[in-house]
């Protein structure tokens, strides 16, 4: 697939520990395609800190590039619909600063390099949820163990 925001090429990537599926990633601009369903399971179905890259190159680092394009604003067609499709942008609800492109037909999400690191953060109330939960391990582990 070609890259909706530069000349790059999408290229497969794996990622999560627990349970791997596969994303596309531009080797160029480090932009990452989600298909349907797979930032949801990426960000809530895994652990935050488990989730990785599985790369072995890193996107290039051309800060010309990064100062004469603003992603954000650029539009978008989608690269699953094969440019069919533009991708409407939508603040995230997650993280009201990042701005993503969604596809209506296909549902797939585009993010731009450091985007995913920016939604995956844990906001204070997760980090404080998992606290409490940690707390009831610790004191109640029964409350915790398998009944079957």
């Not at 731009?112 to 610790?138: C, P, Q, T, W």
Request: proline share 3%; aromatic share 10%; net charge negative.
């Amino acid at each position: 697939m070609d890259c909706p925001k530069c000349v790059g090429k999408l290229e497969e990537v794996k990622i999560g520990r627990k349970r791997q599926f596969i994303i596309n990633r531009c080797f160029a601009c480090g932009g990452l395609w989600f298909d349907k369903g797979e930032l949801f399971d990426a960000i809530n179905k895994e652990i935050w800190d488990t989730v990785e890259f599985e790369l072995e190159e890193e996107p290039l680092q051309d800060d010309e590039l990064k100062k004469e394009v603003d992603f954000d604003k650029m539009e978008a067609a989608c690269p699953r619909c094969q440019g069919t499709e533009k991708m409407i942008k939508m603040v995230s609800p997650r993280n009201k600063n990042v701005t993503i492109d969604y596809c209506t037909k296909c549902e797939g999400v585009w993010l731009d390099a450091g985007e995913y690191d920016k939604l995956k953060m844990r906001s204070n109330i997760e980090l404080k949820l998992e606290h409490l939960v940690d707390f009831f391990r610790l004191h109640f582990p029964h409350i915790f163990k398998d009944k079957t």
